[in-house]
Structure formats: C-alpha cells, structure tokens
C-alpha cells in the first residue's frame, strides 16, 4: 500500500524525473529504503551538493564548480574556435572524443516555433558578443540534424553574416559503423553529394 | 566535460540505481539542475524524509510511517488470513487490486541456491510464528510462478504443513487479456488443467 506520505512523495517526486515512469520510481524508491545508510541518505547530499555547488558559466553556459568554467579558463585550448551546441550534454559527447580542443557556447535549447522558444529565449545575444569579439576566428555550428537544430543554426548562420568569422557545421553523412541498407534516403543522399577523394 | 566534483559524483550515484544507466543519469542530473529550487533541492529533502521516517513494520516487513504499520493495525482486515509476499511492492500491487482485505507478509526476497539465500536471510521465522498465533487460519502463498518463488513457496508449505493453517496459492492459467497465441507451453498446460466450469 503507498502510504500518503514521504514515501508517496519520493515517488512522486522520482516518477516525474525524464525517462522514470510510476514504476521506476516505485522500484527505486525500494531499492533507495533497503540501502539508506550507503545509498539514500548519500544520494540526497549529492543532490544538495550539486544544487549548491555547480554553476552555470557566464561566458558558455557550461555547467562547472567555478564561474568562469574550466573550459573557458583553459588557455592552452584555443581561443579561436567556438562550438555551438543546444545543451551541456552536447558538450560532453564533444569532449568525450578528445577531438575538439576549442571553446564553446551552450544555447540552452533550439528554437522551435511549436514550443515557442524565439531567440530571447536562448544565450544567442552572448554568442554574438563572444564572436564580434577580438578572438574569434571560427564558429563551428553542432546543432542536430533536426528541423529545429538546422533552423538554429540558420538563424545563426544569417546573424553572424556580416561579421569576418568563419561559420561552419558538422558533416552530415553515413554514421561510423552504419550499414547503408539502413540508413533514411536523405542520409544517403548527403553522403553522395558530399562525397571526398577516397 | 565531467566535472570532477559534485556533478560527476550524482551522476555516477544516479548510474547506480536500478534501471539507470550513464546516459539516463547525465539526463536527470541535467534536467535537475535546470531546475535546482523547484525540483533538485525538495528530491533531496525528500530522500532525506523518507529514510529518516519511513520504517520496516516488525510484524508484516511492509514500509509505513508507524511501526506496526497501518494494515497490522486496521481491525477492519481479516486477521486470519496472511498473504505471503516477496517484496513489499507485491504488497503494493495487490493492494491496488482491492481484492484482499487479509494480512501480508513480507520475506524480503526468495529463497535462491545461486544467489546463496537461504531461509536464515528471509522473515521466515516470524511467519511461522505469526501462523502458529491462534487467529491465522490460512497461509496465502502469493510468490512469484519462477523456479525461485516456487520453490521457496514449497519450503513454507513443508514448514507450516504440521500446523493447522490452511495453505493456498495463486492460481496459475491465462492473464486477463492475454491472447493464447503468444502464451507459453507451460501456461496452457496449467490453465488446461485447472480449467473450471463456465
């Protein structure tokens, strides 16, 4: 029986958490109640801790401990480049290849005109700023392949304009390991046009 | 990037709950940081709550605030029928069903020869106990149809066979709903079996 209490309330609270339904909320709070001392009461200082610790960076938007973010303070990456990305996620699936060694900036979303996220909504007018500043030589769009991603990063594309940055985006093509046979026709159809010397 | 601080700390813990994994937890760490007052900081009161105030019942193993908890306490139940359940979240479901009005009892697992637990690890003990108490007049064994919960569900049998308790079962045939066509062997066996009038 859900007791109309804590117990009730840290199931609802889990089950309104992205990807958690009633019961795999239900099943955690289980397994959270049967490890309280190892698991349940770390796990709330956790949550506290990062609450009160972590910073959004006020220059890319990152999340770090220190504001400036480690990102931004690093000198020995360079300063040229900014990578334009929807959320902090995006940035840590850059950083976990090691192949990108530039700064970035962290829209916040997408614009989407069925959600009604206009431009107010996102850190656009810090990227303009970033960009028009001294430093900047290259703006390198990785938004998604999506409609919303690809109207962003138009909208960018058409700001930044008539400022001496270069704008560019990632490659579409053919994933690293994907089988042709099942790749959507507009995939295969980039891949062709965009085809290099072999 | 992963921070190596309090970020990276949540999201490895929130990795360690059952039925998330890295990507799911960088997802709800993100998400709740997005919205630190509102949803991170109050998750965390409530961890905090319910370990500090949600307690085991000494007699039934359910979780409640009160100790014996409120079905042991309602008089309004039949006190002598015990239904024997694995976990309390089977307590849960059957109590969604508003089809028992009995007692439960919670083992706290199953027995299991590979997992090595034994009868010492369940709240056997204190079934027998309870059973052997002048009000119980029946044992409902409402364990899971795997080799484990039968099993254990034959030990409890074999245990409380010298008493006087009457020892039933879950019947076992086609789940309301369920298409004969994608049921297994064993299933239609049983339900053939133990068909009734109709």
Sequence with gaps: MHNDGPLD??????????????????????HL??????TMLPLAKAL?????????CNICGNLDMRDPCSICCDHKREQSKICVV???SDVWAI???????????????????????????????KLLERSKAGKCEEVILALSATVDGQSTAHYIADRLSSSNVKITRLAHGVPVGGELDYLD???ITTALKSRSAA
Tied chains: 1, 2.
């Excluded at 109640?33 to 190892?38: A, E, I, N, S, V």
């Excluded at 530039?102 to 009604?116: N, P």
């Design 185 to 187: 026709d507009g995939t």
């Design 48 to 56: 506290q801790t990062a609450a009160e610790n972590v910073k959004d």
């Design 9 to 30: 309330h840290l199931i609802r609270m889990l089950s309104g958490l992205p990807g958690l339904g009633n019961r795999s909320a239900r099943r955690i709070a289980l």
């Design 33 to 38: 109640l049967d490890k309280r001392g190892t």
């Design 86 to 88: 929807a959320r902090v």
């Design 95 to 125: 950083e976990r290849t090691h192949a990108y060694k530039g700064l970035y900036h962290v829209l916040g979303g997408l614009l989407s005109a069925l959600d009604g996220i206009g431009p107010e909504e996102l850190r656009l007018q």
